[in-house]
């Protein structure tokens, strides 16, 4: 059962510009998580945020969460070639530790 | 540095072979798990496990079974591997709680033939 679907699925920028992720989902949550996976590797975390919380900061990585429209989105500001991944959204099953992932953003940061 | 490790990076098996794929953590954690990943569809769980010797179901566990006799280990295994197994195997810990994110291996990539 597909829990996030992230929007767009594909996203091509220069470095130095920022980029916009959104992540969508269906059912009440305890937090959203957001992933980076670069080609062919495991995934790693990134940020965590509650759904008590509206925005949260960690570096260039900036993450909202909207409970009311279920929705949440992953700023990274100034990017940089190095940020050249896929980037995921997971949500918890309610009171549960289980994760659900979307099917990811794929990123391309050109120099 | 905290790490999950995955015994294999790639792996090539014939169909109807018993494949075990191995996963420890050394971060003590309480929970693990075993996603599958394939394009277009994302991260799927198979299974997981909040304790020793406990599992439970993920969302495609059919074709797949797991072993947990320590807490550090958790292990996937395709009782008769076939070519629709083909795929990403990733395993994950984590604290549990929604403390924190999970930590997951650099993966198995596995060809059935």
């Known amino acids: 059962s597909q829990q996030g679907e992230e929007d767009p699925q594909a996203l091509s920028i220069q470095e130095g510009e920022n980029a916009t992720m959104n992540c969508s989902y269906k059912t009440s949550i305890n937090n959203l998580q957001w992933y980076r996976q670069n080609s062919g590797r495991g995934l790693v975390h990134l940020i965590l945020?509650?759904?008590?919380?509206r925005e949260k900061h960690s570096g260039r990585l900036r993450v909202t969460l909207d409970t009311s429209k279920k929705s949440s989105s992953l700023l990274i500001t100034a990017s940089r070639a190095a940020d050249t991944a896929s980037y995921f959204c997971?949500?918890?099953?309610?009171?549960?530790?289980?994760?659900?992932f979307g099917t990811g953003t794929r990123l391309q940061v050109f120099p | 540095d905290v790490k999950v490790t995955q015994s294999s990076r790639y792996l090539v098996k014939r169909t109807g072979e018993k494949v075990f794929l191995e996963c420890v953590q050394d971060m003590d954690h309480e929970n693990m798990f075993w996603y599958r990943q394939d394009p277009g569809l994302g991260l799927r769980l198979i299974y997981f496990s909040y304790d020793v010797k406990m599992k439970e179901k993920g969302d495609i566990p059919e074709g797949y079974s797991v072993s947990r006799e320590k807490k550090e280990r958790f292990s996937l295994i395709l009782e008769s591997a076939s070519t629709n197994q083909t795929s990403m195997y990733l395993c994950a810990s984590s604290l549990g709680q929604g403390v924190k994110g999970y930590t997951f291996g650099s993966g198995t990539r596995l060809t059935v033939v």
């Open positions: 997971a949500t918890d099953l309610y009171n549960t530790d289980k994760l659900i």
């Open positions: 945020i509650r759904s008590n919380e």
